[in-house]
């Protein structure tokens, strides 16, 4: 086992930002390493997520579903890494742990606040950190996906829509129409990921577009943007369609000045639509679930797994950004140890 150093690194909110993050909005700290007490364990965080939400709690915007980030504090996320000392027998020292003590080399943590997962289910730990149960919950039990049903996926060669297309065809669906920032992302999620078409959402007008890529019109939108998607969605929604909202890229890339919304309801009024938020923090009691199928879907070769890895800790908050920039595809992770 690797022997325990004597100090390690976090990184911090060094400052709220008024807009857009800046680099200079985080700090890199280093910290005695700590030691585990009775009921404890300490953990070497071998990989982290990178979570565009994140920047919601950074940016402390009003009614987000969880607490934002002190000033001066060290951030926190999905990661997964290996116990290295432990004050717990059910979680012995070598255990592989997904916990939420992310940003950070390494992590103390309760003992009862992590998971142990099995090491060999993933060619890599980092398999552990992909957004599949967003996808799957946003599908299944918030926009009731049908067989046959045309679905629409916003930021689609992103970390969640990425895998949202594919679930959706495995689900039944008849059609899966993404939209995508870039002409290589657009050949990406329909070569790769088995999308029927891609829109490009700086093509004008975009309602145009989602037509002509969706001609019989959209029953299912999983949506992770918000604001002009959200709104050509609704145009070409059929009566009774459905839309899944999860996310608030839009927002987010703007530095968090409010888009316009929806705009005019009315078609959603004319149309019988049905518009829910969501997050899995309200479902976690289908992760079993999903993970079974998952299992199941990645043996039969029948998911593509999409992922750019970051390397060092303190390349961390460049990496979140350009996420929210759309300068990766897949799902991005930090990668903390080898």
């Known amino acids: 086992m690797t022997s325990t150093p004597a100090t390690t690194r976090s990184i911090h909110l060094a400052a709220r930002p008024g807009g857009f993050p800046e680099l200079t909005d985080f700090r890199t700290v280093d910290h005695p390493m700590p030691a585990a007490a009775v009921g404890q364990v300490l953990i070497r965080n071998l990989f982290m997520s990178i979570d565009p939400g994140s920047l919601m709690q950074i940016g402390a915007y009003p009614g987000i579903p969880l607490p934002p980030f002190a000033i001066g504090e060290a951030l ?100 899966v129409v993404g939209s995508v920032g870039s002409a290589r992302k657009a050949a990406h999620i329909v070569d790769d990921l088995g999308y029927d078409a891609a829109v490009d959402y700086h093509d004008e007008p975009l309602v145009d577009r989602l037509r002509a890529a969706a001609p019989d019109g959209v029953d299912v939108y999983f949506d992770t943007v918000g604001g002009a998607q959200l709104r050509a969605a609704i145009e ?80 961390a908050p460049r990496a979140l950004l350009d996420t929210v920039r759309g300068r990766y595809t897949g799902k991005v992770v930090v990668r903390l140890a080898r």
């Open 76 to 175: 926190s996320g999905d990661a997964i890494g290996e116990v290295i000392e432990s004050g717990d027998p059910a979680v012995p020292e070598g255990a592989l742990v997904l916990h939420r003590l992310g940003w950070r080399e390494h992590a103390l943590a309760d003992a009862r606040t992590v998971r142990v997962v099995d090491p060999d289910a993933y060619s890599s730990p980092s398999g552990y950190l992909g957004f599949g149960l967003v996808a799957y919950v946003g599908l299944t039990v918030v926009a009731g996906l049908r067989t046959g049903d045309t679905v629409f996926v916003s930021s689609a060669a992103g970390a969640t829509g990425s895998l949202a297309g594919q679930i959706a065809r495995l689900l039944g669906a008849g059609r």
């Open 236 to 315: 070409v929604m059929n009566v009774g369609g459905r839309i899944a909202l999860c996310g608030a890229l839009a927002r987010q890339s703007a530095g968090g000045e409010p888009d316009a919304g929806p705009g005019d309801l009315l078609a959603v009024i004319g149309k019988r639509l049905t518009l829910r938020g969501f997050t899995t923090l309200d479902h976690l009691d289908l992760a079993p679930e999903f993970g079974r199928k998952l299992r199941e879907w990645t043996a039969a070769g029948d998911i593509v797994r999409t992922e750019t890895v970051v390397d060092g800790l303190e390349n």
